[in-house]
T-cell receptor, first 114, second 112 residues
């Protein structure tokens, strides 16, 4: 198992464009989380899935953000009509059954909106 | 809104000293507490968890919890330059305490 994989590692986009990020969790992990982290801040929760069900979304997640986890495997996070304030590191994490707080994070996708 | 507060630092200590990192939290209902370490340019990794009042030791790391004071700390003994990183305190939050709420983190710098 190679851990949590995120793609791409870096994304530069123009304001107003749509972007999509992918996360492949550890295969036996049933929960998958998306967080956002900006410089000097801790990770901020965005949303999480248990298997294919999206169970919680943060108030930070405006209607420009959408996430999916079809078939309970990989997940995608899409941001529509990007704004400069969306520039951040987007982190994905997964956890196994019975250990909901032992996050294994991926390397993250760094988004820069110009 | 559940909050987790940490001094952003940097906390500078010489090699071999004890580094003490502190965290306070607002939710008296919190039952478990976690410390993550984040090296510059890397993702956080879990290093300690604590559930009961008192101390929990793991190698050079000791987590201390005082629920009455809503205070959790991480002590690093015999600090090494490789311990230089940002240390994030995390507490279960969200609806049903299903996710982790992280503090801003404290940057630790260990000088040789």
């Amino acid at each position: 198992d190679t851990g949590v994989s995120q793609d791409p590692r870096h994304k530069i986009t123009k304001r107003g464009q749509n972007v999509t990020f992918r996360c492949d969790p550890i295969s036996e992990h049933n929960r998958l989380y998306w967080y956002r982290q900006t410089l000097g801040q801790g990770p901020e929760f965005l949303t999480y899935f248990q298997n294919e069900a999206q169970l919680e979304k943060s108030r930070l997640l405006s209607d420009r953000f959408s996430a999916e986890r079809p078939k309970g495997s990989f997940s995608t996070l899409e941001i529509q009509r990007t704004e400069q304030g969306d520039s951040a590191m987007y982190l994905c994490a997964s956890t196994p059954r019975g250990a909901p707080y032992g996050y294994t994070f991926g390397s993250g996708t760094r988004l820069t909106v110009v | 809104q559940k909050e987790v507060e940490q001094n952003s630092g940097p906390l500078s200590v010489p090699e071999g000293a004890i580094a003490s990192l502190n965290c306070t939290y607002s939710d008296r209902g919190s039952q478990s507490f976690f410390w993550y370490r984040q090296y510059s340019g890397k993702s956080p990794e879990l290093i300690m968890s604590i559930y009961s009042n008192g101390d929990k030791e793991d190698g050079r790391f000791t987590a201390q919890l005082n629920k009455a004071s809503q205070y959790v700390s991480l002590l690093i003994r015999d600090s090494q330059p490789s311990d230089s990183a940002t240390y994030l305190c995390a507490v279960p939050g969200g609806s049903g305490y299903s996710t982790l709420t992280f503090g801003k983190g404290t940057m630790l710098l260990v000088s040789p």
